[in-house]
């Protein structure tokens, strides 16, 4: 196995997916998180002047879903058959675009009630709801997102949606096999462990 570090701010943002990943495959590795006041300097040293990045043996990798999929063949998450693969990619593209709205409000300038509105107006409904539908549709006749195994699919549904079964479960009920989902990956002992015992952070 490769030497590892996860670089990324003080958040789970774009690098819990990987952490999730690491933490299923019980892969070791640093998870070295930049506090904002030295990002600054920090940015300078990153090509992409962006994080994440994963070092893997002192080679830089950029991009959250490139990192998290590399991350994934290393932890068993990826189908092997490519067609397999590339139906899990679009969901996990799907979902990282859901997330990527989310991030747009929660890291806004807005005050803690606007967020709210923005999440009830516009995220939940323009955005969650229809991947939600999607991914009921796509549950209802098997175990997993990619068929009858769990992929890192399986991770980012419950990594997004369980934020939203946390805060309002009522949201969820139309949506049973993937609330089914959410609660079946956050309680694999490896990740029920991490959700533990990681870094409290909002986001
Ligand atoms: N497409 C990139 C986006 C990376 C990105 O925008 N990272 C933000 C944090 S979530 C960042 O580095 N912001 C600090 C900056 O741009 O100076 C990815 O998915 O990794």
Same mark, same amino acid.
């Given at each position: 196995?490769?030497?590892?570090?996860?670089?990324?701010?003080?958040?789970?943002?774009?690098?819990?997916?990987?952490?999730?990943? /690491?933490?299923?495959?019980?892969?070791?590795?640093?998870?070295?998180?930049?506090?904002?006041?030295?990002?600054?300097?920090? @940015? @300078?040293?990153?090509?992409? *002047? @962006?994080?994440?990045?994963?070092?893997?043996?002192?080679?830089? /990798?950029?991009?959250?879903?490139?990192?998290?999929?590399?991350? &994934?063949?290393?932890?068993?998450?990826?189908?092997? !058959?490519?067609?397999? &693969?590339?139906?899990? =990619? %679009?969901?996990?593209?799907?979902?990282?675009?859901?997330? *990527?709205?989310?991030?747009?409000?929660?890291? %806004?300038?807005?005050?803690?009630?606007?967020?709210? $509105?923005?999440?009830?107006?516009?995220?939940?409904?323009?955005?969650? $709801?229809?991947? /939600?539908?999607?991914?009921?549709?796509?549950?209802?006749?098997?175990?997993?997102?990619?068929? =009858?195994?769990?992929?890192?699919? =399986?991770?980012?549904? %419950?990594?997004?949606?369980?934020?939203?079964?946390?805060?309002?479960?009522?949201?969820?009920?139309?949506?049973? &096999?993937?609330?089914?989902?959410?609660?079946?990956?956050?309680?694999?002992?490896?990740?029920?462990?991490?959700?533990?015992?990681?870094? !409290?952070?909002?986001?």
């Amino acid at each position: 196995m490769p030497e590892l570090t996860l670089i990324y701010f003080n958040q789970k943002g774009r690098a819990e997916l990987s952490r999730w990943i /690491l933490a299923y495959g019980g892969i070791p590795y640093t998870d070295e998180r930049i506090e904002k006041e030295d990002w600054p300097e920090k @940015k @300078k040293a990153i090509y992409t *002047g @962006k994080v994440p990045v994963l070092m893997v043996d002192g080679e830089p /990798l950029p991009e959250s879903k490139a990192i998290a999929r590399y991350l &994934a063949r290393l932890a068993g998450l990826v189908p092997e !058959d490519p067609f397999k &693969a590339a139906v899990c =990619d %679009s969901f996990v593209d799907a979902l990282s675009d859901v997330a *990527g709205e989310g991030y747009k409000i929660v890291f %806004s300038s807005l005050s803690e009630e606007e967020k709210k $509105k923005e999440f009830k107006e516009k995220l939940f409904p323009n955005f969650m $709801k229809p991947a /939600l539908e999607r991914m009921e549709s796509k549950l209802s006749g098997q175990e997993w997102l990619c068929g =009858d195994k769990i992929s890192w699919a =399986d991770l980012i549904l %419950s990594l997004v949606f369980g934020a939203v079964h946390k805060r309002k479960p009522e949201l969820m009920e139309p949506y049973p &096999a993937v609330t089914g989902v959410v609660l079946k990956v956050r309680d694999l002992p490896a990740i029920k462990q991490w959700i533990e015992t990681a870094p !409290d952070t909002p986001y």
